[in-house]
């Protein structure tokens, strides 16, 4: 009986923008490294979905505008101000760290950090993702916690958009 009434519990439909554009810049922090790169193209394909659905206007901030200044600096708040947003920006920040080998797959984690400008609305948290081979990385790591990190996206635009936050 109560999965028959979980099953009945739908997903909400996205609170609708009246088209307003938004700058979108995915970014890969290594944990090893001080290097950053831009987000694989699965992240981005997703996140542009989500922000269409959602009504908004999204465009990728190409990673050559970023990438080097980011890559001296670790701040939010300064990496904001790099990019002189004269609109709506979402910086995904995600930091990727192997954790261990556990029941022969490899753990890592993805720690998030969501920022909406000029909202000024942040979310903050950590996805712990399960790669089978050896040879994938950061990259392949944040691909995986793609679907956790839409689903966040998804809540920050609806509270942004209903004036919830």
């Known amino acids: 009986m109560v999965l028959g009434l979980l099953a009945c519990v739908g997903h909400h439909a996205p609170v609708q923008s009246t088209g307003e554009a938004i700058d979108v810049v995915p970014v890969l922090e290594s ?9 694989p193209e699965r992240l981005d394909a997703a996140l542009l979905a989500a ?24 701040d939010t708040a300064r990496r904001v101000e790099t990019l002189a947003p004269s609109g709506n ?31 000024g609305l942040t979310d903050h948290f950590e996805v712990p993702v399960f790669l089978e081979f050896q040879h994938e990385r950061e990259a392949e790591a ?4 793609t679907p956790v990190i839409t689903r966040h996206v998804d809540d920050l635009i609806d509270d942004w958009l209903s004036g919830t936050r």
């Open 89 to 119: 920006l979402l910086l995904v920040e995600s930091e990727v760290a192997y954790y261990s080998l556990l029941s022969g797959r490899y753990r890592w984690t993805v720690d998030v950090t969501l920022t909406l400008v000029p909202a």
């Open 51 to 74: 922000l269409k659905g959602h009504n908004l206007a999204p465009s990728l901030v190409a990673p050559d505008r970023y990438v080097t200044t980011f890559a001296k600096s670790r």
């Open 142 to 145: 944040l691909a995986a916690a």
């Open 31 to 39: 944990v090893e490294d001080k290097a950053v790169g831009d987000g």
